[in-house]
């Protein structure tokens, strides 16, 4: 360990003078107090009496890094959900009051419809229409049973099979309704959970797109943290969480991060990261806010002492270890992480030794240092490093201030492609997803009266094309006239043209070809049509819940494949030229701010010939690669952009060398008997040289890590 030498000044004043002060802390007695030629401090009982003097052991431990957030409390996509009348109607009565718990299933409410009545009057209407035309088709068949005859029965079939799909078609319809009670329709719970809100009153009138009901379930809860962009490089999932809130001062809540937001805002420069949190006790509630400590890195058994141990002078951490009772030793330590008042000692102290953690800094100001020199563990403690000044090209660059953007064709929406009801979503905010892969299902009338059309079209050309068949040898033996086999020909023609309409809106809607022609074969619609995901990503948006009534063209979900960005760079007027001319060097560096200590390499692909009226910028891109997901939309970034050829060799230094105070720029020196700082004169600067027109030679051993702990070492000495 170094021992800081003590001044003849320092030994005078303990001799002679009443007290010795350090700023901000009591004077400490001179009577009682020595420090011998191997630098222990003997302290009498009356010195360490005077100045409260204690000690705590430096012990085994675990020591958290955490993160401080504000939270409020949100619900799960799945936990929230909407119940609605799917048929126009007046609210009955209401079966349930707020707060009140249901199951999936329970009523909630009855609504009288009139168009219920006009949907169940149809189907009797229909299936009477249905016995008729089976009778009249049974009837014809047994009068006549030759050939021509038979052709003649093939609009009774026609007919026959049309009432079929109109019955079906409406069963299936009083289906998706759902279960009748003798006043009307009954309108459900959709998921457990309590009525969180009611939105109907008795006699009031409701269409399919009111939500009559909101129903949420509390027993999972999630909680919504704001995290600033610099941070969101140290959030993951899967990280223990301690959560508090002002409605519960004493009690702590356990919680795991379940997802980190996949975009920046760019005006707030925030992202967003939720916490999974057990809510059984039902002690938490949408809207509370708290505050969440989040687990980012974590050490076992490793040493630990009081913070209050540790005296900060410059870059230099110490500690004053007892060594017996009244002797103590001022002992350099390299530190760790720090929490709740402990911290981390990687070298330099040991379990079971006793520092000093009341008096510490009086006894500091005994030991003055008279030299700019770095301890063995000081130089740990600020990552030091230093290399020699020498000749170096160094290019030419710019920087460019610029943003993250997603590409316009890695970017997609999903949206409802005709009226209806959600029914079920199949994704979670954050899941992969690939192309064509289903996110949702939507319950619909309107594809219902789709499909009724396709059966209705389908089942006339199958009839005709059986027509076709059994006239044509007829045709060939001149029974049947040619004038009739081309009104035949031009009918197949037509309806086969006119079938292509719904089968093409069935395609838009979210069916596939294989999903259509298993309708065609069974003769059963389907309830609703798919949303499928338009190209493979993450969802980063979800706009609706189990329940939400929509309407054509609205957008339910958001994708985004993060494995290549843009990075949009804003280039003044004084680098146009360049930029088309040329000059700017295709290779560009880029940092994300984010992530200090990590760089991308990418190229300048594209620009436009327009600049922003209000910023008097043009933009130009970068294309990256992004496998990992590091780079998020809407994140600041930093461009290096290299211009012109390097010229001859100048003295330079690495750029992580020269330390700004103001206007001035310094170099810190390694001598052989300690440092010197040195103000410099910069000149050109690339990503990695800076040019130093003055202030230093070649050879001079400069620090080049650790330039902050450096100037806090000298602000010491001065």
Known sequence: MMRCNISLLALFSLLVLPGVAHEGHHAITTKGVEIDDRGLLHLEARARKAIGLSSELVDFGVIEQRLELNTRIVLPLDANAYAGCRLEGMVHSILVTLGQRVKAGDPLAIVESLALEVLQLDLERAEIALELAETNLVRTRKLDKT?????????????????????????????????????????????????????????????????????????????????????????????????????????IFEGETVRKSLRVDPKKKQGRLWIALENTEQRLFPGMFGSARVVTARTDEVFVAPGAAIVVEGAEHYAFVQQEEGVYRKTNVVLGMAMGGQVEIVDGLFPGDAVVVKGSHQLSSLFVQETFNLSDEARRNIGFASQQAGLQQVEQTRVVNGRVVSPPHRQGIAAAHAEGVIGRIAVTPGQRVEEGQLLAWVESFELMDIQLELLQLHRQLTLLQAQRDALTPLAEKGIVGRKEMAVLHADLAALAAELLGPRRKLLVMGLSKAEIEKVLQTGKPV???????????????????????????????????????????????????????????????????????RVWQGTLSFATRVFDSESKTLAAWVVLANDDGALMPGMQATLDVRFGSPEEKVLAIPVTGLYGLGRKHFAFVQLENGFRRVEVVPGRRDTDWVEIVSGLQVGDQIVVSGVVGMNNAFSVIR
């Open 147 to 251: 050939m021509i005859a038979a052709s003649k029965n093939f609009a009774l079939q026609a007919e026959l099979d049309t009432r079929r799909n109109r019955v079906a078609h409406l069963t299936h319809k009083l289906r998706m309704v759902g279960e009748l009670d003798p006043q009307g329709l009954v309108v459900r719970a959709p998921i457990d959970g309590h009525v969180a809100s009611i939105e109907g009153v008795i006699g009031q009138h409701v269409t399919p797109a009111d939500h009559l009901f909101e129903i949420q379930d509390l027993d999972q809860v999630w909680a919504e943290c704001d995290v600033p962009e610099k941070l969101l490089a140290q959030l993951n999932t899967g990280k223990k969480t301690q959560l508090s809130f002002s409605a519960y001062p004493d009690r």
């Open 527 to 597: 309830t609703g049509f798919p949303v499928r995901s338009p190209l493979g990503g993450h969802i980063t948006e979800i706009y609706g819940v189990v329940g939400k009534a929509v309407r054509h063209g609205d957008h339910l979900f958001q994708i985004f494949d993060p494995d290549e960005v843009w990075i949009e760079g804003a280039f003044f007027e004084s680098a146009a030229a360049a930029l088309f001319d040329g000059q700017f060097s295709q290779s560009v560096l880029v940092r994300g701010v984010a992530y200090p200590n």
